[in-house]
């Protein structure tokens, strides 16, 4: 387990205004170098990379930056997620008007004055027509009913 140089080719420069582990770099013990790898092992002498700082102030500041890039990370999907909600009410809203203007507008009845879409339908069947004769019969069996 000793360095062959492979590292070298991976080698991570300091990144400006974040720390080296907040950007996503690692250091290998052995090799004594910062690589930016996605793996958890050494490409150059198989050993552990750190993924975190060892020193406590530099652990505060790692957790701090962590905090803080979740909470912007909320605040920018709660933010997409309302752009969305109005992108479609907007739509609903659009929809809405299109249907509007395409119903038929209602009439209203010459014997009840109520409002109808088909007018001539209700006024055929309309109780208050004085030109439909209603039987008895149906009248009788819906009592009995």
Not at 88 to 117: G, H, N, Q, R
């Amino acid at each position: 387990m000793t360095c062959k140089g492979i590292c070298v080719r991976y080698k991570a420069q300091k990144p400006v205004g974040t720390g080296r582990y907040a950007s996503g770099q690692r250091r290998c013990q052995i090799c004594e170098i910062f690589i930016k790898w996605e793996g958890l092992w050494c490409p150059c002498c198989g050993y552990r990379l750190r993924t975190k700082p060892r020193n406590l102030k530099y652990k505060a500041k790692l957790r701090a930056r962590v905090e803080a890039d979740s909470i912007e990370a909320k605040a920018v999907a709660k933010t997409q997620l309302e752009e969305i909600q109005v992108e479609v009410k907007a739509k609903s809203k659009a929809k809405t008007t299109k249907s509007k203007t395409t119903k038929k507008e209602k009439i209203p009845c010459t014997y009840c004055e109520k409002l109808f879409v088909y007018l001539d339908k209700h006024e055929k069947k309309c109780k208050k027509n004085p030109n439909i004769e209603i039987s008895q019969e149906s009248e009788t069996i819906a009592i009995k009913a």
